[in-house]
């Protein structure tokens, strides 16, 4: 398979275990095979120059709950970053140069840029992967505060979380230990193509939709949901024989899937089903 350098470069970032991966170089990859001329670096030395800045502005005591409202200041009120509620499934939300540039994202990129500048600061910070809606939280053992990057670092408490989940579904969520687990930094970037992939889906931009499953697949090479999207993105294209394999792959995998018969339907038209 031929990538782009920037799909190698993604590639070889997150080959490593997940406590070395840097996010926001493999974030900056997936943005470059949007925009093949950035200069990573320069996104990277911009994650430097904030966190100079705001460890100027951090407390004498390193409270968390002080820093965080310091870095609540510098990145909402000083630099302005804000969650695109106007036009939340433009693209340019989910590039982490359009995020940085244009002061603009959703929950999971404005959390990476939260996530890039406290680690520089050395007060780390995890993901959580909460159904609907991203936060973070301090790598502190049993702490149960949360902040949500996309309104302005507002801190949450696990009550607040099972409100968001209730508005999320329109119906009461009882909260679940696992809502509020924190997740791994793949985890985090196979999050971030998911919602390209869907963006691209409801565009029609099929070709883009199939890069971002490709990159899934290099993240979670087992993800059968995955293998199977991408054998009907290229049956849609005219790739037949990457989607009949695909497609087959599924199938061995999820035999009894409640989508099988279509499956099966779909590889007879392309000659592989007697």
């Avoid at 120059?49 to 990145?75: G, K, W």
């Avoid at 969650?83 to 929950?107: A, T």
């Avoid at 609907?132 to 507002?154: K, L, Q, S, W, Y």
């Avoid at 989940?165 to 193509?193: C, D, G, H, N, W």
């Amino acid at each position: 398979m031929n990538f782009s350098s920037a799909r190698q470069y993604f590639d070889q970032e997150i080959q490593q275990p997940d406590e070395h991966i840097d996010l926001a170089k493999a974030a900056l990859y997936i943005a470059q095979e949007e925009y093949p001329n950035i200069d990573t670096e320069e996104y990277l030395n911009a994650f430097d120059t904030m966190a100079l800045e705001l460890q100027e502005r951090l407390p004498s005591q390193r409270y968390p709950l002080r820093v965080i409202q310091s870095i609540n200041q510098y990145l909402y009120d000083d630099l302005g970053f804000a969650g695109n509620v106007e036009d939340y499934y433009d693209p340019r939300n989910s590039y982490l140069n359009d995020v940085i540039e244009r002061r603009l994202g959703i929950p999971i990129t404005l959390a990476l840029v939260y996530l890039e500048v406290a680690r520089r600061i050395d007060f780390p910070m995890v993901g959580v992967g909460m159904p609907g809606h991203f936060v973070i939280r301090p790598d502190i053992a049993d702490t149960e505060i949360f902040i949500d990057a996309f309104n302005g670092g507002e801190i949450l408490f696990p009550q607040d979380c099972q409100e968001r989940l209730s508005q999320f579904y329109q119906q009461p969520v009882q909260l679940q230990p696992e809502f509020l687990a924190t997740v791994s930094k793949k985890q985090i970037l196979a999050r971030m193509l998911a919602n390209l992939k869907y963006i691209y889906l409801n565009q029609q931009e099929l070709e883009k939709a199939l890069a971002a499953v490709e990159r899934i697949l290099l993240l979670f090479p087992g993800a059968s949901l995955e293998l199977r999207d991408r054998g009907l993105l290229c049956y849609e294209l005219g790739l037949s024989d990457q989607a009949a394999n695909d497609l087959e792959a599924y199938l061995a995998k999820a035999p009894h899937a409640q989508d099988a018969a279509t499956i099966r339907q779909i590889l007879t038209l392309l000659g592989r089903m007697s």
